[in-house]
C-alpha cells in the first residue's frame, strides 16, 4: 500500500472516529455549573503573584487562571459575553487570617451602611473592620484561534469598574436590523470581544485596565448554539460565584 493510499485510510478512519463521538451520551449529563472550576481571565498586574511564580509572565498579560495560557495587552484574547452580574463581595481585613470572603451580596444595599476609608476602600459601618467590594463580573466563551471555545469567569473592580461600565454602554448600545429593516438590541451573546490591555497612571501610581473592543458578530451556528446554551446556564448558576481569595487581594490595582 503506497503512503497516499495509507494517509487516505488513516483519514476516513479518524472521520468516523469523530463522528461516533456525536448525538450520543457523553458521561456529562449529571455535571452542572456546582461540580466546575470555572477558570478565571485575570489582568496581571506588576504585583501579581502569578508573575513572581513565572519568568515568562508581564503585567499587562491576561492569563487563565487554571490553563495557564496568556495572551499579550496588545494582541488580546476574543470572548463572547454570555452573563453579566454584579456583586458585592465582604472581606475581612487583610493580615486578619480570614481565608475566603465573609459574604457575597446580592444587592446594593449593603453598600448603605459603609463609610469609604482614606484607601478608598468602602467599609462596613459597624467597626469590624470589614469592607466591601462592588465587582462586576462577566461569565464569557474565550474563543481561540480555530474558533474552538472554553468557558471563563472575567471579574472587574475597583478601577477596572471604568472599563466594564465603557464595556456594558457598548453592548447595551449596539443595534442590528432584523428582516422586516427594524432595529433591536440583540443579546449579549450575539458578538464576540476583543480584550486587551492599556496603561493608566494616577501621579506616581501606575497599573493596567482593560481595554475592549467589539469583533464580530457571531456567524457560526455552533458558537451561537454554545453561547446562548452557556447564558441560560450561568444565569440560574451566577448567584453562587464565589471570588478567589488571590485574585481579590494580591493582585489588587493600587488603588
Not at 451580596?105 to 453598600?111: A, D, F, L, R, Y
Amino acid at each position: 500500500m503506497n503512503k497516499a493510499v495509507a494517509k487516505k485510510n488513516n483519514g476516513d478512519a479518524a472521520v468516523a472516529i469523530m463522528k461516533s463521538f456525536e448525538n450520543v451520551s457523553t458521561g456529562f449529563e449529571d455535571m452542572g455549573a456546582d461540580d466546575l472550576q470555572l477558570p478565571r481571565l485575570k489582568l496581571l498586574q506588576a504585583m501579581s503573584p502569578e508573575i513572581e511564580n513565572d519568568e515568562a509572565l508581564r503585567a499587562g498579560q491576561i492569563l487563565n487562571s487554571v490553563t495557564g495560557d496568556s495572551w499579550s495587552s496588545d494582541g488580546g484574547v476574543k470572548v463572547i459575553p454570555c452573563v453579566y452580574h454584579k456583586t458585592y463581595v465582604e472581606w475581612a481585613p487583610q493580615g486578619s487570617g480570614t481565608k475566603g470572603p465573609v459574604a457575597v451580596h446580592q444587592s446594593k444595599s449593603v453598600m448603605d451602611d459603609t463609610v469609604r476609608g482614606e484607601d478608598n476602600k468602602f467599609y462596613k459601618n459597624d467597626n469590624s473592620g470589614n469592607y466591601i467590594e462592588e465587582t462586576a463580573n462577566y461569565f464569557v466563551l474565550i474563543v481561540g484561534e480555530k474558533g474552538e471555545t472554553s468557558q471563563a469567569v472575567i471579574s472587574m473592580k475597583s478601577s477596572q469598574l471604568t472599563p466594564s461600565r465603557n464595556w456594558n454602554s457598548k453592548m447595551k448600545n449596539l443595534k442590528i436590523k432584523n428582516s422586516s429593516g427594524v432595529y433591536f438590541t440583540p443579546p449579549m451573546w450575539s458578538h464576540i470581544y476583543t480584550l486587551r490591555s492599556e496603561k493608566a497612571k494616577n501621579g506616581d501610581k501606575t497599573w493596567y485596565k482593560w481595554k475592549i473592543d467589539v469583533d464580530s458578530m457571531l456567524t457560526s451556528d455552533s458558537h451561537v448554539t454554545e453561547a446562548s446554551s452557556f447564558s441560560e446556564e450561568m444565569g440560574k448558576a451566577k448567584d453562587k460565584l464565589v471570588p478567589e481569595q488571590d485574585e481579590t487581594k494580591s493582585s489588587e490595582v493600587p488603588f
